[in-house]
């Protein structure tokens, strides 16, 4: 366990339904990070926040996606129109500072029928 | 997209034996770092090396850099069932932005058999 924890750790929803995600960072971290990672492959960056501020968004993060931090504590990601495409596992990941260890919670898999 | 690829794709040993992974990566870093993913799990630190040391040590592990080549190796000594996992190298690159985002290779799968 390190201190990250996300909910759902399973979503199974039918395409075009609006999911909605929640990663709790290690409580001091003012970093915070969400990648996306599919079968066989290693996580990609979607989005990173310091503290309340989203400062940067990957190309993969498109329209239908969007994620907040209001209180520069925990975060939630939102995927509206659903798509099969959709489906994989949402990492979160917090840090410290910009150059320490990310730490990553459980993941929510998601299935998108 | 994935800067590192780790090789071998797959690696199947007997416990006791050493476990060696290699990740070559693209573009100047400033630190790599190792995880492992058991199956369906998120991703636990192993190890940081920062772009001017060439070996590090942890515990079984061992980590080499080679920024000339652009490559790194994962070394697992003395190997144990509980060992089994996928291993994935990540750098971190400067984007456009302040983000320290981690770009991972598509990682290698070990298993280790009793």
């Known amino acids: 366990d390190t201190g990250v924890s996300q909910d759902p750790r399973h979503k199974i929803t039918k395409r075009g339904q609006n999911v909605t995600f929640r990663c709790d960072p290690i409580?001091?971290?003012?970093?915070l990070y969400w990648y996306r990672q599919t079968l066989g492959q290693g996580p990609e960056f979607l989005t990173y926040?310091?503290?309340?501020?989203?400062?940067?968004k990957s190309r993969l993060l498109s329209d239908r996606f969007s994620a907040e931090r209001p209180k520069g504590s925990f975060s939630t990601l939102e995927i509206q129109r659903t798509e099969q495409g959709d489906s994989a596992m949402y990492l979160c990941?917090?840090?410290?500072?910009?150059?320490?260890?990310?730490?990553f919670g459980p993941g929510t898999r998601l299935t998108v029928l | 997209s994935q800067q590192g690829e780790e090789d071998p794709q797959a690696l199947s040993i007997q416990e006791g034996e050493n476990a060696t992974m290699n990740c070559s990566y693209k573009?100047?870093?400033?630190?790599l770092q190792w995880y492992r993913q058991n199956s369906g799990r998120g991703l636990v630190h192993l190890i940081l090396?920062?772009?001017?040391?060439r070996e590090k040590h942890s515990g079984r592990l061992r980590v080499t850099l080679d920024t000339s080549k652009k490559s790194s190796s994962l070394l697992i000594t003395a190997s144990r069932a509980a060992d089994t996992a996928s291993y994935f190298c990540?750098?971190?690159?400067?984007?456009?932005?302040?983000?320290?985002?981690?770009?991972f290779g598509s990682g290698t799968q070990l298993t280790v058999l009793p």
């Open positions: 990941a917090s840090s410290f500072t910009q150059k320490d260890t990310q730490y």
């Open positions: 409580s001091e971290h003012n970093r």
């Open positions: 990540a750098t971190d690159s400067i984007s456009s932005g302040s983000a320290r985002q981690l770009t």
């Open positions: 926040f310091q503290n309340e501020a989203q400062l940067e």
């Open positions: 090396i920062r772009s001017n040391e």
């Open positions: 573009t100047s870093i400033n630190n």
